[in-house]
Protein backbone atom coordinates (compact mmCIF):
# COMPACT_ATOMS: atom_id res chain seq x y z
CA UNK A 1 0.00 0.00 0.00
CA UNK A 2 2.81 2.64 1.14
CA UNK A 3 4.14 1.60 -2.23
CA UNK A 4 1.21 2.95 -4.25
CA UNK A 5 0.67 5.94 -2.30
CA UNK A 6 4.71 6.69 -3.09
CA UNK A 7 3.64 5.96 -6.92
CA UNK A 8 0.66 8.88 -6.66
CA UNK A 9 2.60 11.21 -3.91
CA UNK A 10 6.63 10.80 -4.87
CA UNK A 11 7.36 13.77 -2.49
CA UNK A 12 5.27 12.37 0.41
CA UNK A 13 7.97 12.96 3.41
CA UNK A 14 5.95 11.03 5.85
CA UNK A 15 5.23 7.80 3.03
CA UNK A 16 8.80 8.23 2.73
CA UNK A 17 10.27 7.75 6.16
CA UNK A 18 7.27 4.78 6.79
CA UNK A 19 8.58 2.79 3.91
CA UNK A 20 11.83 3.24 5.11
CA UNK A 21 11.14 2.26 8.53
CA UNK A 22 9.38 -0.77 7.17
CA UNK A 23 12.15 -2.05 4.74
CA UNK A 24 14.43 -1.24 7.75
CA UNK A 25 12.25 -4.05 10.31
CA UNK A 26 12.33 -6.41 7.37
CA UNK A 27 16.30 -6.32 7.29
CA UNK A 28 16.14 -4.52 3.95
CA UNK A 29 18.91 -2.41 5.52
CA UNK A 30 20.80 -0.78 1.96
CA UNK A 31 17.47 -0.66 -0.07
CA UNK A 32 15.97 1.72 3.27
CA UNK A 33 19.77 3.31 2.82
CA UNK A 34 19.34 4.07 -0.80
CA UNK A 35 15.88 4.99 -0.27
CA UNK A 36 16.42 7.66 2.10
CA UNK A 37 19.49 8.77 0.79
CA UNK A 38 18.37 9.02 -2.93
CA UNK A 39 15.34 10.92 -2.17
CA UNK A 40 16.97 13.30 0.76
CA UNK A 41 19.45 14.23 -2.65
CA UNK A 42 16.52 14.43 -5.14
CA UNK A 43 14.64 16.96 -2.57
CA UNK A 44 17.23 19.07 -2.31
CA UNK A 45 17.04 20.19 -5.66
CA UNK A 46 14.01 22.08 -4.57
CA UNK A 47 13.06 24.19 -1.82
CA UNK A 48 12.45 21.70 1.06
CA UNK A 49 15.01 22.08 3.72
CA UNK A 50 12.55 21.00 6.58
CA UNK A 51 12.29 17.92 4.23
CA UNK A 52 14.93 16.75 3.07
CA UNK A 53 16.87 17.14 7.02
CA UNK A 54 13.84 14.92 8.43
CA UNK A 55 15.03 12.25 5.59
CA UNK A 56 18.50 12.59 6.29
CA UNK A 57 18.30 12.53 9.96
CA UNK A 58 16.31 9.43 10.01
CA UNK A 59 19.37 8.24 7.53
CA UNK A 60 21.93 8.66 9.83
CA UNK A 61 20.17 7.18 12.48
CA UNK A 62 20.20 3.88 10.31
CA UNK A 63 23.43 4.32 9.79
CA UNK A 64 24.46 4.44 13.27
CA UNK A 65 22.26 1.12 14.54
CA UNK A 66 24.06 -0.79 11.22
CA UNK A 67 27.77 1.18 13.23
CA UNK A 68 28.35 2.19 9.88
CA UNK A 69 30.03 5.45 11.65
CA UNK A 70 32.10 6.78 9.27
CA UNK A 71 29.31 7.35 7.01
CA UNK A 72 27.43 8.81 10.63
CA UNK A 73 30.93 11.08 10.86
CA UNK A 74 30.20 12.35 7.11
CA UNK A 75 26.72 13.32 7.39
CA UNK A 76 25.85 13.80 10.83
CA UNK A 77 29.13 16.72 9.93
CA UNK A 78 27.08 17.92 6.85
CA UNK A 79 23.96 17.91 8.59
CA UNK A 80 25.14 20.28 11.32
CA UNK A 81 26.20 22.75 9.02
CA UNK A 82 22.97 24.00 8.54
CA UNK A 83 21.52 23.34 12.00
CA UNK A 84 20.86 26.11 14.16
CA UNK A 85 21.10 25.81 18.15
CA UNK A 86 18.68 23.97 20.33
CA UNK A 87 17.72 20.61 21.63
CA UNK A 88 17.88 18.92 17.79
CA UNK A 89 21.49 20.62 17.08
CA UNK A 90 22.42 18.92 20.52
CA UNK A 91 21.51 15.25 19.85
CA UNK A 92 22.83 15.75 16.11
CA UNK A 93 26.10 17.23 17.67
CA UNK A 94 27.15 14.54 20.55
CA UNK A 95 26.02 12.00 17.50
CA UNK A 96 28.73 13.13 15.49
CA UNK A 97 31.58 13.49 18.34
CA UNK A 98 30.31 9.38 19.11
CA UNK A 99 30.67 8.78 15.36
CA UNK A 100 34.31 10.60 14.84
CA UNK A 101 35.51 8.43 18.40
CA UNK A 102 34.21 5.46 16.99
CA UNK A 103 35.55 5.79 14.27
CA UNK A 104 39.27 6.25 15.81
CA UNK A 105 39.23 10.30 14.96
CA UNK A 106 39.08 11.37 18.46
CA UNK A 107 41.39 14.24 17.88
CA UNK A 108 39.01 15.48 15.27
CA UNK A 109 36.19 15.01 17.55
CA UNK A 110 38.13 17.62 20.21
CA UNK A 111 38.53 19.96 17.82
CA UNK A 112 34.98 19.85 16.88
CA UNK A 113 33.71 20.23 20.29
CA UNK A 114 36.46 23.22 20.71
CA UNK A 115 34.41 24.93 17.47
CA UNK A 116 31.35 24.65 18.93
CA UNK A 117 31.85 26.22 22.01
CA UNK A 118 33.57 29.12 19.81
CA UNK A 119 30.84 29.59 17.90
CA UNK A 120 28.06 29.01 20.54
CA UNK A 121 29.72 29.69 23.98
CA UNK A 122 30.65 27.11 26.52
CA UNK A 123 27.99 25.26 27.70
CA UNK A 124 27.86 22.29 30.20
CA UNK A 125 26.95 19.82 27.38
CA UNK A 126 29.88 20.41 25.77
CA UNK A 127 32.21 20.29 28.82
CA UNK A 128 30.22 16.70 29.68
CA UNK A 129 30.65 16.01 26.11
CA UNK A 130 34.40 16.63 26.06
CA UNK A 131 35.05 14.50 29.47
CA UNK A 132 33.89 11.42 27.95
CA UNK A 133 35.69 11.81 25.01
CA UNK A 134 38.63 11.88 27.39
CA UNK A 135 37.24 9.07 29.54
CA UNK A 136 37.02 6.80 26.64
CA UNK A 137 40.55 7.66 25.41
CA UNK A 138 41.51 7.05 29.10
CA UNK A 139 43.34 10.25 29.96
CA UNK A 140 41.65 10.28 33.16
CA UNK A 141 43.63 13.36 34.12
CA UNK A 142 42.18 15.42 31.11
CA UNK A 143 38.40 14.07 32.37
CA UNK A 144 38.35 14.90 35.74
CA UNK A 145 40.18 18.53 34.78
CA UNK A 146 37.15 19.11 32.07
CA UNK A 147 34.61 18.16 34.23
CA UNK A 148 35.91 21.01 36.73
CA UNK A 149 34.57 23.61 34.02
CA UNK A 150 32.93 26.81 35.51
CA UNK A 151 29.89 25.80 33.13
CA UNK A 152 29.34 22.73 35.02
CA UNK A 153 29.20 24.55 38.38
CA UNK A 154 25.76 26.11 37.86
CA UNK A 155 22.51 24.59 37.43
CA UNK A 156 22.25 21.86 35.46
CA UNK A 157 19.34 19.54 33.89
CA UNK A 158 18.31 16.35 35.32
CA UNK A 159 20.43 14.32 32.54
CA UNK A 160 23.52 16.80 32.71
CA UNK A 161 23.49 15.76 36.44
CA UNK A 162 23.46 12.04 35.76
CA UNK A 163 26.01 12.59 32.92
CA UNK A 164 28.32 14.31 35.32
CA UNK A 165 28.05 11.94 38.73
CA UNK A 166 28.54 8.91 36.03
CA UNK A 167 31.21 10.20 34.75
CA UNK A 168 32.91 10.54 38.02
CA UNK A 169 32.06 7.32 39.08
CA UNK A 170 33.43 5.68 36.28
CA UNK A 171 36.91 7.77 36.97
CA UNK A 172 37.36 6.55 40.20
CA UNK A 173 36.33 9.88 41.61
CA UNK A 174 33.85 8.85 44.10
CA UNK A 175 33.96 11.57 46.35
CA UNK A 176 34.30 14.29 43.62
CA UNK A 177 30.45 12.20 42.23
CA UNK A 178 29.20 12.82 45.82
CA UNK A 179 29.65 16.43 46.17
CA UNK A 180 28.70 16.75 43.08
CA UNK A 181 25.69 15.22 43.64
CA UNK A 182 24.75 17.17 46.80
CA UNK A 183 25.93 20.13 45.58
CA UNK A 184 22.93 20.09 42.62
CA UNK A 185 20.53 18.41 45.12
CA UNK A 186 21.42 20.96 47.27
CA UNK A 187 19.34 23.88 45.11
CA UNK A 188 16.28 22.46 46.73
CA UNK A 189 14.77 22.49 43.08
CA UNK A 190 12.79 19.36 41.90
CA UNK A 191 14.94 18.72 38.75
CA UNK A 192 18.11 18.63 40.30
CA UNK A 193 16.53 16.20 43.70
CA UNK A 194 15.32 14.07 40.96
CA UNK A 195 18.02 13.40 39.43
CA UNK A 196 20.19 12.60 42.70
CA UNK A 197 17.53 10.20 42.94
CA UNK A 198 17.64 8.67 39.93
CA UNK A 199 21.26 8.29 40.07
CA UNK A 200 21.24 6.66 43.14
CA UNK A 201 18.39 4.25 42.73
CA UNK A 202 20.46 3.22 39.13
CA UNK A 203 23.42 2.12 41.71
CA UNK A 204 21.42 0.18 43.48
CA UNK A 205 21.11 2.27 46.66
CA UNK A 206 17.47 3.27 47.22
CA UNK A 207 17.32 3.74 51.18
CA UNK A 208 19.50 6.51 49.68
CA UNK A 209 17.74 7.07 46.85
CA UNK A 210 14.44 7.88 48.37
CA UNK A 211 15.87 10.79 50.64
CA UNK A 212 16.41 12.80 47.45
CA UNK A 213 13.16 11.29 45.59
CA UNK A 214 10.85 12.40 48.27
CA UNK A 215 12.02 15.78 48.91
CA UNK A 216 11.58 16.22 44.79
CA UNK A 217 7.83 14.83 45.62
CA UNK A 218 7.76 17.83 47.97
CA UNK A 219 8.61 20.27 45.26
CA UNK A 220 5.76 19.18 42.56
CA UNK A 221 3.64 22.15 42.13
CA UNK A 222 0.47 23.04 39.42
CA UNK A 223 3.22 23.80 37.58
CA UNK A 224 5.03 20.31 36.95
CA UNK A 225 3.91 18.44 33.82
CA UNK A 226 1.95 15.84 33.86
CA UNK A 227 5.21 13.69 32.02
CA UNK A 228 7.48 15.15 34.76
CA UNK A 229 5.42 14.27 37.66
CA UNK A 230 4.42 10.70 36.42
CA UNK A 231 8.20 9.91 35.84
CA UNK A 232 9.05 10.84 39.25
CA UNK A 233 6.44 9.26 40.87
CA UNK A 234 7.26 6.18 39.19
CA UNK A 235 10.80 6.22 40.37
CA UNK A 236 9.83 7.00 43.86
CA UNK A 237 7.53 3.88 43.96
CA UNK A 238 10.12 1.44 42.73
CA UNK A 239 12.70 2.85 45.20
CA UNK A 240 9.69 2.41 47.76
CA UNK A 241 8.94 -1.26 46.33
CA UNK A 242 12.85 -2.04 45.98
CA UNK A 243 12.88 -1.28 49.98
CA UNK A 244 9.82 -3.08 51.02
CA UNK A 245 7.98 -0.21 51.77
CA UNK A 246 5.05 -1.62 50.08
CA UNK A 247 2.14 1.01 51.05
CA UNK A 248 3.98 3.75 49.96
CA UNK A 249 5.03 2.00 46.58
CA UNK A 250 1.38 1.03 46.06
CA UNK A 251 0.12 5.24 46.71
CA UNK A 252 3.52 6.39 44.29
CA UNK A 253 1.97 3.55 41.39
CA UNK A 254 -1.78 4.99 41.71
CA UNK A 255 -0.23 8.52 40.90
CA UNK A 256 1.20 7.16 37.80
CA UNK A 257 -2.11 5.57 36.71
CA UNK A 258 -4.13 8.71 37.45
CA UNK A 259 -1.68 10.42 35.22
CA UNK A 260 -1.20 7.87 32.71
CA UNK A 261 -4.07 4.65 33.63
CA UNK A 262 -2.29 2.41 31.08
CA UNK A 263 1.30 2.82 32.41
CA UNK A 264 2.74 -0.32 31.59
CA UNK A 265 5.65 -0.84 33.50
CA UNK A 266 4.23 1.07 36.54
CA UNK A 267 0.93 -2.24 35.83
CA UNK A 268 3.63 -4.88 35.69
CA UNK A 269 5.23 -3.39 39.27
CA UNK A 270 2.52 -3.36 40.62
CA UNK A 271 1.29 -6.73 39.45
CA UNK A 272 4.23 -8.67 40.58
CA UNK A 273 4.47 -6.36 44.29
CA UNK A 274 0.80 -7.82 44.86
CA UNK A 275 1.59 -11.04 43.83
CA UNK A 276 5.18 -11.48 46.15
CA UNK A 277 3.23 -10.71 49.43
CA UNK A 278 -0.04 -12.33 48.58
Known amino acids: DLMKVREKVPD ?14 AGRIEEAAKLLNDNA ?16 EQLVGLQAREGKWLEVAKLSGEMLLARPPGPGR ?13 SEQSSKALDVIKREEQRFGA ?3 LALTRAEVFEQLEKKGKAVKALQAPA ?6 RNEVLRLAT ?17 HAGQGEL ?11 IRGDFERALGYLVRANQQVSEETGDGAKSELFFWTGQAYERTKRYDEAAEAFEKVLEIQPRHAT ?8 WADIG
Open 90 to 102: TALFELHVESLVR
Open 152 to 157: LMGTLE
Open 191 to 201: EPLFAVGQFYS
Open 41 to 56: LRLAQGSEPDSVDSLK
Open 123 to 125: SPA
Open 167 to 183: LLYALDEEQAAEEALER
Open 266 to 273: TLNYLGYM
Open 12 to 25: DVQTLRLLAGYLEQ
